[in-house]
């Protein structure tokens, strides 16, 4: 039910807190810019001008990303800057190497689209997830109740010009019931039109700052659509601000541990002999765990099958390379596998509530204890949607949700010229895939420093504060002039409050697949003969490159379902 209805285009940017392009820069000239300003608000970032000069960014002036955020100059650069860090590694484990970069821009433009590029077997798009070789994880996503589905949206409240992104999360009845919404409704309302109405009816009988509170109370996912300045001004937008983007620190409370070499093994990719324990759900710590399979790293990903999870990540890349277990941490025995795996393990990437798995003794005293009592340090880095500190640290959050919170979706409102402070979801699920590279560069550089001075370090990352880097002052927005050049490139469609995010980002890849050769072209891609979800398996490659291939990142085995593998210790390297 997308609106008609617009107003004239401002000129004094997309609202309060922005800062816009005064001279277009082609985006791989505008991400060697960019790439200056991150290194150097990266503590501990590489000076080395071999390396920062070393990185080739190449492709399309234009962007590919609708809107006039630089979602795609940011994580190319969050790609090189990992590309960066695994030179760095290469060179401590004592190879030589080519110090060169090579990130095309346009690759890293469909990254965000990952979950969506997938082929099998001549199958792409929604079909995939019908497919039988596909499992289910949410039966109440795929029961086709509009309710369940409108549940995630964006609305008016009774405030004037504030809307709030609602957010279904794992339990969408949860949080309907709040606004009177029951199961009962289900029967009636049988149109996702219909449903969206009736939320909005409901949404605007409350305020803003009621219903902030209610999903607080009941410990539920949302936000008020801030402007990017409204959310720099609130605490919590400042407890974020606080911290660098590439967040992590040594845990100077731990015994001195000697720095530990890379293990010595034939693989020659920069995190060959890593191990890694994949704790997450959902999108961006799956993809920070691909993106450390896709460097050499030995991932083991723990599920619970007696939880949700989303499917779309399982035939993509996000499921690339690594071992896929299924563990119950209310039975003894899989209590007990799970700290085999922690004793055993460089890292633990954990994407779950911040500081819910403490309860279950897997927080990050506990992994520290472990790494104390073996005498070698540990790598725990916590995502999540609001950051590490903050009265709304601990809250559940998604992509949409920062999306809100941060400015995004102010911004993207505004660029439709939209009335100000009615939100409209960014194209693709951004911040969740790009969170996901800069999780694994986080991690990354506390291994480099690990291997350098010793010790276990302690990292985060988040939603909102990858959100908060694109709408910096410093990065800038994209003029309108360009923000319709790349609209009549393309010829995107409109979009308005009540848009799903898997639809809209498969309309986009209808315009990128009807209006270029952008999907089209084979060299974004990677296949896996005989996977278990087909024969051919087609799916977004690494988007780092190397000069020397045997050094530059790739999976070697194809994606597999959640819980998958039987339960097995890491490899002894």
């Given at each position: 039910?997308?609106?008609?209805?617009?107003?004239?285009?401002?000129?004094?940017?997309?609202?309060?807190?922005?800062?816009v392009?005064t001279?277009?820069?082609?985006?791989?000239?505008?991400?060697?810019?960019?790439?200056?300003?991150?290194?150097?608000?990266?503590?501990?970032?590489t000076?080395?001008?071999?390396?920062?000069?070393g990185?080739?960014?190449?492709?399309?002036?234009?962007?590919?990303?609708?809107?006039?955020?630089?979602?795609?100059?940011?994580?190319?650069?969050?790609?090189?800057?990992?590309?960066?860090?695994?030179?760095?590694?290469?060179?401590?484990?004592?190879?030589?190497?080519?110090?060169?970069?090579?990130?095309?821009?346009?690759?890293?433009?469909?990254?965000?689209?990952?979950?969506?590029?997938?082929?099998?077997?001549?199958?792409?798009?929604?079909?995939?997830?019908?497919?039988?070789?596909?499992?289910?994880?949410?039966?109440?996503?795929?029961?086709?109740?509009?309710?369940?589905y409108?549940?995630?949206?964006?609305?008016?409240?009774?405030?004037?010009?504030?809307?709030?992104?609602l957010?279904?999360?794992?339990?969408?009845?949860?949080?309907?019931?709040?606004?009177?919404?029951?199961?009962?409704?289900?029967?009636?309302?049988r149109?996702?039109?219909?449903?969206?109405?009736?939320?909005?009816e409901?949404?605007?009988?409350?305020?803003?700052?009621?219903?902030?509170?209610?999903?607080?109370?009941?410990?539920?996912?949302?936000?008020?659509v801030?402007?990017p300045?409204?959310?720099?001004?609130?605490?919590?937008?400042?407890?974020?601000?606080?911290?660098?983007?590439?967040?992590?620190?040594?845990q100077g409370?731990?015994?001195?541990?000697?720095?530990?070499?890379?293990?010595?093994?034939?693989?020659?990719?920069?995190?060959?002999g890593?191990?890694?324990?994949?704790?997450?759900?959902?999108?961006?710590?799956?993809?920070?765990?691909?993106?450390?399979?896709?460097?050499?790293?030995?991932?083991?990903r723990?599920?619970?099958?007696k939880?949700?999870?989303?499917?779309?990540?399982?035939?993509?890349?996000?499921?690339?390379?690594?071992?896929?277990?299924?563990?119950?941490?209310?039975?003894?025995?899989?209590?007990?596998?799970?700290?085999r795996?922690?004793?055993?393990?460089?890292?633990?990437?954990?994407?779950?509530?911040?500081?819910?798995?403490?309860?279950?003794?897997?927080?990050?005293?506990?992994?520290?204890?472990?790494?104390?009592?073996?005498?070698?340090?540990?790598?725990?880095?916590?995502e999540?949607?609001?950051?590490?500190?903050?009265?709304?640290?601990?809250?559940?959050?998604?992509q949409?949700?920062?999306?809100?919170?941060?400015?995004?979706?102010?911004?993207?409102?505004?660029?439709?010229?939209?009335?100000?402070?009615?939100?409209?979801?960014?194209?693709?699920?951004?911040?969740?895939?790009s969170?996901?590279?800069?999780?694994?560069?986080?991690?990354?550089?506390?291994?480099?420093?690990?291997?350098?001075?010793?010790?276990?370090?302690?990292?985060?990352?988040?939603?909102?504060?990858?959100?908060?880097?694109?709408?910096?002052?410093?990065?800038r927005l994209?003029?309108?002039?360009?923000?319709?050049?790349i609209?009549?490139?393309?010829?995107?469609p409109?979009?308005s409050?009540?848009?799903?995010?898997?639809?809209?980002?498969?309309?986009?890849?209808?315009?990128?697949?009807?209006?270029?050769?952008?999907?089209?072209?084979?060299?974004?891609?990677?296949h896996?003969?005989?996977?278990?979800?087909?024969?051919?398996?087609?799916?977004?490659?690494?988007?780092?490159?190397y000069?020397?291939?045997?050094?530059?990142?790739?999976?070697?085995?194809?994606?597999?379902?959640?819980?998958?593998?039987q339960?097995?210790?890491?490899?002894?390297?």
């Open positions: 039910m997308a609106s008609d209805a617009r107003k004239q285009e401002s000129q004094d940017g997309y609202g309060p807190g922005t800062v392009d001279d277009f820069l082609p985006v791989p000239a505008e991400c060697c810019r960019l790439l200056r300003i991150l290194a150097a608000k990266t503590p501990g970032f000076k080395d001008e071999a390396l920062l000069d990185v080739v960014f190449h492709g399309n002036d234009l962007p590919c990303i609708p809107g006039p955020i630089k979602s795609q100059a940011v994580t190319a650069v969050l790609h090189a800057m990992v590309g960066i860090v695994g030179l760095e590694i290469l060179h401590l484990r004592g190879i030589n190497t080519t110090p060169v970069t090579y990130i095309d821009v346009d690759h890293a433009g469909l990254y965000p689209a990952t979950p969506a590029l997938v082929n099998v077997d001549g199958h792409t798009g929604p079909s995939i997830l019908k497919l039988p070789t596909v499992p289910q994880w949410d039966k109440d996503r795929a029961s086709n109740s509009p309710l369940v409108r549940a995630t949206a964006i609305y008016e409240t009774a405030d004037k010009g504030v809307w709030f992104q957010h279904g999360s794992l339990d969408s009845w949860k949080m309907l019931a709040l606004l009177g919404i029951g199961r009962d409704l289900d029967a009636e309302i149109t996702n039109d219909a449903a969206y109405t009736l939320i909005q409901r949404v605007r009988t409350h305020r803003a700052r009621e219903i902030e509170q209610l999903m607080v109370e009941k410990g539920l996912s949302g936000s008020i801030f402007s300045e409204g959310w720099r001004q609130t605490e919590m937008g400042r407890s974020l601000s606080r911290h660098p983007l590439i967040n992590y620190r040594q409370q731990c015994p001195k541990l000697e720095p530990p070499a890379f293990p010595e093994v034939d693989d020659k990719r920069p995190l060959a890593i191990k890694v324990v994949e704790l997450v759900r959902i999108i961006a710590g799956t993809a920070a765990g691909a993106a450390l399979a896709s460097m050499g790293a030995e991932v083991i723990v599920n619970s099958s939880l949700k999870d989303y499917t779309p990540a399982q035939p993509s890349s996000l499921m690339a390379g690594k071992i896929t277990i299924d563990l119950d941490l209310d039975e003894p025995a899989d209590h007990g596998k799970l700290i795996l922690f004793e055993q393990a460089d890292v633990i990437l954990q994407g779950y509530r911040l500081r819910s798995l403490e309860r279950r003794g897997f927080g990050l005293q506990a992994a520290l204890r472990m790494a104390n009592k073996r005498g070698k340090g540990i790598i725990y880095v916590d999540n949607c609001y950051g590490p500190d903050g009265y709304y640290a601990e809250r559940p959050g998604w949409q949700v920062a999306d809100a919170a941060a400015g995004s979706s102010y911004v993207m409102g505004q660029s439709f010229s939209y009335p100000p402070g009615q939100g409209v979801l960014p194209s693709l699920p951004i911040s969740d895939m969170t996901g590279i800069l999780t694994a560069l986080t991690i990354m550089c506390a291994l480099r420093d690990r291997a350098k001075f010793g010790g276990s370090y302690h990292g985060h990352s988040s939603l909102t504060a990858y959100n908060m880097v694109t709408l910096d002052p410093d990065v994209y003029q309108r002039e360009i923000v319709r050049k609209n009549d490139k393309y010829q995107f409109a979009w409050s009540d848009a799903h995010v898997a639809p809209l980002y498969y309309s986009v890849l209808d315009a990128w697949d009807e209006h270029s050769d952008l999907i089209k072209n084979e060299k974004y891609y990677v896996f003969s005989n996977s278990v979800f087909g024969s051919d398996l087609r799916v977004l490659a690494p988007v780092v490159r000069a020397e291939q045997e050094y530059s990142p790739r999976w070697k085995s194809p994606p597999v379902p959640f819980c998958h593998h339960f097995t210790d890491f490899s002894q390297a």
